[in-house]
């Protein structure tokens, strides 16, 4: 009886440790470091040091649990070191160091020299836990008595600093998934490039409401609303939490009524507390045999993205919100949380491929389901990965943001927004954004941080306002109101302009915003507009101006010839923006706000006009058409001509003087009309406004002709 017992017991713990241990490393996929490491709380940079001696250290294990190691909770500063040997092979090229889960900031140090840094150690911000990879270059590297140091620094940590396994894995080896080279972008819809809004301090109904008629009273345009989590019953159920949505198609339904396109938030977890965990976790439709990991939103399990049955259950788990109507999803982060190498059904995964997955099936069976419907999804966010900072693949991000920033315009607000879009820029990511006015941290959210932030985002493809604390224009001020106002209505006249320029980067891989080589955080919005970003709390610029010929977008009379240098005065209702000369720019005018038309020019397509010798403009109307509008100066005139649309068109051409007459070149003389309400009142004709140097001429667009003026 008692060998029965102790067989049984044996059984037990060895199903046990076969549910919790991390799954083996297959051969030449890295090397464990020793468990027992060298810990003392405090700080002192000697520590770093490979010659420091640390014999009267204590030890610890790590992955470490305080609560199991009978030490008490750190708060403040803690050093931990180890020793350990390499193999030959380890030596003749460049590793990669794997640190697990570490909670807070952390500084590590290898053999003396700093190899990585996450978060700001100073005042310990959080790094939510993710695993660290550094690299760590060969010239670092000995056969015996290695030293890595990690500096932390933990304010009141979770029950540990290492969370997870720590590891030295070979560079090359990140090389064995690789993502195919050359896929270009997919094209988004029209709608998505309307602006967005969101927040993230309530979640209900009432709070999505309130925020929609807020926009609406104050006259703020709004095309897309994300309700972020936690809408649903639990972690990820696609079902919504009937006490706080309380009728989710309803719902949905008047925010169509209002052109408002929804979009709700998912990862590819499933927390323990969700009423289908246990029938996906019986079914083995999780990674690593069900792993249960914690993570920013509980403790749950990965779907397993390489198992078909898993797949088909997951998309009818999705179409749950489908059927009520949701345009998208914002696909949020959940892979950070994945082994660098998992069990999965088909033997065995990379955390890149795995995060490839993810991604793509989240769009792909969006669009199947939906061809207008979209997926948001991280492109580039370099606050968690400095090492591996891409999300989601190009060929599967048909819109993006760029993570969470501060709420200012410092390294860890607005510039990290801007790096990271930059580098999604040279990836080849298309539609990019960021969260106006960062989604949390640092301080209170100022007017000036919030207005330059909107400011930048009215030039992204993507401009969305939303995150924790408050975001909404109208409870800063009237000024802050009228100004947002205006740079999200241009962002929505714009929409015909970019998504002109959207299908291009989807047929060429160009990206919509290209950075220019001069200047800071400068670049160009298509061909036709040059942007230099404001990063700081000044109102005294400096544009370094690219090449060519430029009119201030504030004062289209004048004109700077690039490269050169400028100091300019830009207030705050103001933005460093320029219109290349010759620019043809088609427009969706709405109102009057902005300068660009009337209510009446709704029904036309407005195009800005700024002749300059010979130029054209590519304009795409769907995905499958393409409209060539050219400008040439002759010396009697001008001449502007079109390929067939399906809309009447609205010119308004900056020209000094009065011309004689304007006239097609299919023959009919168009009307000059000397008042400027009869003018709007009429189908076709043309007038002239000395005060602002524009000539307005109204005609058909339905057949390809050549508007002339003379």
């Not at 640390?54 to 649990?65: G, L, S, T, Y």
């Not at 990879?133 to 015996?144: A, I, Q, S, T």
Request: negative net charge; aromatic residues 14%; contains cysteine.
């Amino acid at each position: 009886m008692k060998n029965t017992g102790l067989l049984l017991l044996t059984l037990l713990l060895a199903v046990q440790l076969s549910w919790s241990k991390e799954p083996q490393l297959p051969p030449n996929r890295g090397i464990e470091l020793p468990q027992m490491w060298k810990f003392h709380p405090g700080d002192d940079q000697e520590w770093a040091k490979e010659d420091f001696n640390d014999a009267d250290w204590a030890e610890i294990r790590v992955p470490q649990f305080w609560d199991s190691q009978g030490f008490d909770q750190l708060d403040g500063f803690a050093w931990y070191r180890v020793r350990f040997d390499l193999p030959a092979d380890y030596l003749s090229e460049d590793l990669v160091a794997i640190l697990g889960q570490i909670n807070d900031a952390d500084e590590t140090f290898l053999n003396g020299q700093r190899i990585g840094r996450m978060g700001n150690i100073e005042i310990s911000e959080s790094a939510h836990k993710f695993t660290r990879k550094y690299p760590v270059p060969r010239r670092l590297l000995k056969p015996k008595n290695n030293l890595l140091a990690v500096r932390v620094c933990d304010l009141g940590n979770q029950g540990g600093i290492f969370r997870g396994p720590m590891r030295l894995v070979k560079k090359s080896n990140f090389a064995d998934y690789q993502r195919p080279a050359g896929l270009k972008p997919p094209l988004a819809p029209k709608w998505a490039f309307e602006p967005w809004i969101w927040e993230d301090d309530e979640n209900s109904a009432a709070a999505v409401k309130d925020l929609v008629a807020g926009y609406a009273r104050n006259d703020i345009p709004v095309g897309v609303i994300i309700i972020d989590s936690p809408w649903a019953s639990a972690y990820n159920t696609f079902e919504f939490d009937s006490t706080k949505y309380p009728d989710p198609a309803d719902l949905i339904r008047s925010l169509h009524e209002r052109n408002i396109k929804v979009v709700c938030w998912f990862t590819g977890m499933i927390n323990t507390d969700a009423p289908t965990y246990d029938h996906a976790r019986a079914n083995n439709y999780f990674l690593n045999d069900g792993e249960v990991v914690g993570w920013w939103k509980g403790h749950g399990s990965h779907i397993d993205y390489t198992n078909p049955e898993a797949i088909a259950w997951w998309h009818r788990q999705m179409d749950k919100a489908f059927q009520l109507g949701i345009d998208g999803w914002k696909v949020d982060n959940s892979e950070s949380y994945v082994p660098d190498f998992s069990k999965c059904f088909r033997g065995e995964i990379s955390k890149r491929e795995y995060t490839d997955l993810y991604y793509c099936d989240a769009y792909r069976y969006t669009v199947t389901r939906n061809p207008n419907a979209i997926t948001l999804a991280r492109s580039v966010d370099y606050l968690d990965r400095e090492f591996d900072p891409e999300f989601s693949p190009v060929s599967c991000a048909s819109t993006t943001w760029v993570g969470d920033q501060h709420h200012d315009l410092s390294e860890r607000g607005l510039q990290l927004a801007l790096r990271n879009i930059f580098k999604a820029l040279a990836v080849g990511y298309a539609f990019v954004g960021s969260d106006i006015g960062g989604f949390s941290g640092g301080p209170a959210l100022t007017k000036t941080a919030f207005l330059r932030w909107a400011q930048f985002s009215a030039f992204n493809p993507l401009m969305m306002n939303g995150g924790v604390g408050e975001h909404r224009p109208w409870a800063f001020d009237q000024e802050t109101t009228d100004i947002y106002r205006y740079y999200a209505k241009l962002h929505s006249e714009l929409v015909p302009y970019l998504y002109s320029y959207a299908v291009e980067s989807h047929r060429t891989g160009t990206p919509i915003m290209r950075p220019c080589e001069s200047g800071k955080w400068q670049f160009l919005l298509g061909n036709e507009f040059f942007i230099s970003t404001m990063y700081q709390d000044t109102t005294a610029w400096k544009v370094e101006l690219p090449a060519g010929k430029w009119r201030d977008y504030w004062d289209e009379s004048t004109t700077y010839c690039g490269p050169q240098s400028l100091a300019m005065a830009v207030p705050m209702a103001r933005y460093p923006i320029f219109l290349r000369s010759g620019a043809i720019i088609p427009l969706l005018v709405k109102d009057s706000i902005n300068g660009h038309g009337t209510k009446a020019s709704q029904s036309f397509l407005t195009l800005l006009v700024y002749p300059d010798g010979n130029s054209e403009f590519k304009y795409h109307p769907d995905s499958d058409s393409d409209v060539l509008f050219t400008c040439a100066q002759l010396p009697a005139g001008l001449q502007i001509g079109f390929a067939p649309l399906n809309s009447d068109l609205l010119f308004r051409i900056h020209q000094t003087t009065a011309p004689t007459a304007v006239r097609l070149k299919s023959g009919s003389d168009l009307p000059a009309w000397s008042d400027f309400d009869a003018w709007e009142k009429a189908a076709t004709g043309w007038h002239f406004v000395p005060s602002s140097n524009k000539l307005l001429v109204k005609c058909g667009g339905r057949t390809a002709d050549v508007v002339q003026v003379e």
